[in-house]
C-alpha cells in the first residue's frame, strides 16, 4: 500500500527521494562546485606565469583533463541510471554523481538496510530504511571528507620535509603512487573473469595505438581523446563477449 510522504512505513521511495528539499540541497552541493571550478581556473591562469606556462598551454592541458574524464564519467553514469529507483536523483547525482563511489554507497546503504531487517529495493525497503539507508551513505562520505582534511596539511608538512632533504623524492613518489594504485585496481578486475582479461588488454592496446598515431601523425588531439577512446573500444567489446556468452 502507498501512503504519502512522512510515513515512515510507506512504500513510495520516491516521494521522499524527491523530495524539494533534497533537491535544494543538490542544487546547493552543485553550485559550490561550480564556485570551486570558477576560482581553481581563475588560480591556475594566475600561476601559469610562474610556473613558465603559456595560456595556450594551460587551455590544453585543462581541454585534456576535461576530455580524460568523459570516459570514466560515461561509466558512472550507467551506474548512477541504474541506482535511480532506490535511491532518487538528488541523493545519486550527490552521492555517486560527485564521489563516484558506487560500490561503497551501495554497501553502505545495504548493511544500513540490513540492519533494520529490511533489503534495498524490496518489500521492505519503506521510507524509513531509505532514510536511515541514505544517512549511512552520506555519513561515510563526511568521514572521508573530514580525514583529508585533517590528514591534508600533515602530509604537506611531509611533502616539505622531504623536498628539504632530497628534492628528486617528491618528483617520484607521487607517480610511484598513482601508478601503485592503478595496477591494484587492475589487478582486482583481472580475477573476475576472462571478459575482464581481454577487456584490459583491449582498452591497452586501444590506447597505446591512440599515442602511436599521436606522434606519428603529429595529432595531439588523439593524445587527448585516447583515454576516452580506449574506455569506448573496451567497453564495446566487453559488450560483444558478454552478449555472446549470454
Not at 529490511?118 to 536511515?132: M, S
Not at 600533515?154 to 610511484?176: F, H, Q, Y
Not at 585496481?185 to 582479461?197: A, C, D, G, N
Request: proline share 4%; glycine share 10%; with cysteine.
Amino acid at each position: 500500500m502507498i501512503r504519502t510522504l512522512g510515513d515512515p512505513s510507506s512504500m513510495d521511495i520516491a516521494a521522499l527521494a524527491n523530495s524539494p528539499v533534497l533537491w535544494l540541497c543538490a542544487g546547493g552541493v552543485f553550485l559550490v562546485i561550480v564556485i570551486q571550478s570558477v576560482i581553481y581556473l581563475r588560480a591556475i591562469r594566475k600561476a601559469a606565469v610562474a610556473a613558465d606556462l603559456t595560456q595556450q598551454q594551460v587551455t590544453q592541458s585543462v581541454r585534456t583533463g576535461a576530455v580524460a574524464a568523459i570516459g570514466p564519467s560515461l561509466a558512472v553514469a550507467l551506474v548512477a541510471i541504474s541506482l535511480l529507483p532506490l535511491f532518487g536523483t538528488p541523493a545519486v547525482l550527490t552521492r555517486i554523481g560527485l564521489v563516484g563511489s558506487a560500490a561503497f554507497d551501495v554497501a553502505a546503504a545495504g548493511v544500513a538496510a540490513g540492519t533494520q531487517g529490511a533489503q534495498l529495493g524490496g518489500p521492505t525497503y519503506t521510507q524509513k530504511v531509505f532514510a536511515i539507508a541514505f544517512a549511512a551513505m552520506t555519513m561515510g562520505g563526511l568521514v572521508w571528507m573530514l580525514t583529508t582534511l585533517v590528514l591534508t596539511p600533515l602530509l604537506a608538512k611531509g611533502d616539505i620535509s622531504l623536498r628539504r632533504v632530497n628534492p628528486a623524492v617528491m618528483t617520484i613518489v607521487p607517480g610511484a603512487a598513482l601508478l601503485g594504485a592503478f595496477v591494484t585496481l587492475t589487478l582486482q578486475e583481472t580475477v573476475k573473469s576472462p571478459v575482464h582479461i581481454v577487456t584490459l588488454c583491449v582498452s591497452a592496446v586501444a590506447m597505446a595505438v591512440c599515442m602511436w598515431l599521436a606522434r606519428a601523425l603529429g595529432k595531439g588531439w588523439l593524445r587527448e581523446w585516447g583515454l576516452g577512446i580506449s574506455i569506448v573500444v573496451a567497453l564495446v567489446v566487453a559488450g560483444i563477449m558478454t552478449g555472446g556468452a549470454s
